[in-house]
């Protein structure tokens, strides 16, 4: 019944994590998550509630891993917010990122992901 309950909580981020995950080629399972793989997803990773997203040339990094484990921790924490609160922010200092580059991993929604997510840099 938890799980039910924190998969609702989650809904918009895990409905577009499962219509992505249909199109993933393979996935990695590790204890704590599983990423699912696809081609051409913009050398990038996503969180989506239960789901995590990512670029096949990835390959099985595990620092990015625990990154986008993070994310999924801010999820289970805001729930319908972290859309607008971690992912929309996230998104644009990605694209940002690559336009102008700056230590992506240190704007506050990204720091946070490391924390909970275990990641040192």
């Given at each position: 019944m938890k799980k039910v309950l924190l998969y609702i909580w989650q809904l918009p981020q895990n409905i577009v994590g499962v219509l992505l995950k249909l199109t993933c080629k393979s996935n990695w399972q590790t204890?704590?998550?599983t990423i699912y793989y696809r081609y051409n997803f913009f050398k990038s990773a996503v969180s989506l509630g239960n789901y995590i997203i990512a670029d096949m040339r990835y390959g099985h990094n595990y620092r990015m891993a625990?990154?986008?484990h993070g994310h999924q921790i801010q999820s289970l924490y805001l729930g319908p917010l972290y859309l607008i609160?971690?992912?929309l922010p996230s998104v644009i200092g990605n694209l940002l990122h690559r336009v102008i580059k700056f230590d992506y991993y240190k704007q506050p929604w990204e720091a946070w992901a490391d924390k909970l997510g275990g990641v040192e840099r």
């Open positions: 204890n704590d998550f625990k990154h986008a609160v971690i992912g």
